[in-house]
């Protein structure tokens, strides 16, 4: 099955500077990567996701890089504000049975201090 | 709220007890899944349905857990005879999914703690 992996786990970042998250996929056959906002005690919220046949999307202040060669995509989030402080979850997922189930990295704590 | 709605929001019970969650999805939304995420860690897949099918089901999902959704709307997970180690917050999502992926929507989810 697929194994995401995400780093870091916690970053800091001063309000106004970038915010870059990385994660990692094990299978070739991915073709979704949404990435979730979670804020403490409140549901994951899709802020962005990327298709593979795209390798960049953006949104505002947020953008994803998607790399299928490296089997890498990344979450740009530029001049943070303190309300951008959530943890953040990249995920794949391959649609080959119709589930499109999501496998999840473990999650990075963005903090951004004003 | 058009959401998808998680019932109760927060269950206490006693090792061993049976409990059921309830999800009312996005009502267009075809497709449900069920998710636990423990603390720390990001949500696992437990099982979903297209419609009222239950179409595929994770190993996590051991023979105590039972997943329905009768009429392809709303959906119920029980979990039989409770360990600590079910403790965990059980989110349901729904999706369209038909043709291209699409994102989910999460509910808020169930915090269920095993005493």
């Known amino acids: 099955g697929e194994n995401v992996e995400q780093h870091p786990s916690t970053l800091s970042v001063q309000e106004g500077d970038s915010a870059v998250i990385k994660c990692t996929y094990s299978?070739?056959?991915?073709?979704?990567f949404p990435w979730y906002k979670q804020e403490l005690g409140k549901r994951p919220q899709l802020i962005i996701d990327?298709?593979?046949?795209?390798g960049e999307k953006k949104d505002q202040r947020i953008a994803v890089t998607l790399n299928k060669t490296a089997k890498h995509f990344s979450l740009h989030i530029t001049e943070t504000q303190p309300e951008d402080s959530a943890v953040y979850f990249c995920?794949?997922?391959?649609?080959?049975?119709?589930?499109?189930?999501?496998?999840f990295g473990t999650g990075t704590r963005l903090t951004v201090i004003p | 709220d058009t959401g998808v709605s998680q019932d109760p929001r927060h269950k206490i019970t006693k090792r061993g007890q049976n409990v059921t969650f309830r999800c009312d999805p996005i009502s267009e939304h075809n497709r449900l899944y069920w998710y636990r995420q423990t603390l720390g860690q990001g949500p696992e897949f437990l099982t979903y349905?297209?419609?009222?099918?239950?179409?595929?089901k994770s190993r996590l999902l051991s023979d105590r857990f039972s997943a329905e959704r009768p009429k392809g709307s709303f959906s119920t997970l029980e979990i039989q005879r409770t360990e600590q180690g079910d403790s965990a917050m059980y989110l349901c999502?729904?999706?369209?999914?038909?043709?291209?992926?699409?994102?989910?929507?999460f509910g808020s989810g169930t915090r269920l703690t095993v005493v």
């Open positions: 299978d070739s056959a991915s073709n979704y």
């Open positions: 995920a794949a997922s391959y649609d080959q049975t119709g589930a499109n189930n999501l496998f």
């Open positions: 999502a729904s999706s369209t999914g038909t043709g291209p992926l699409y994102g989910y929507t």
């Open positions: 349905f297209q419609n009222e099918a239950q179409l595929e």
């Open positions: 990327i298709r593979s046949n795209v």
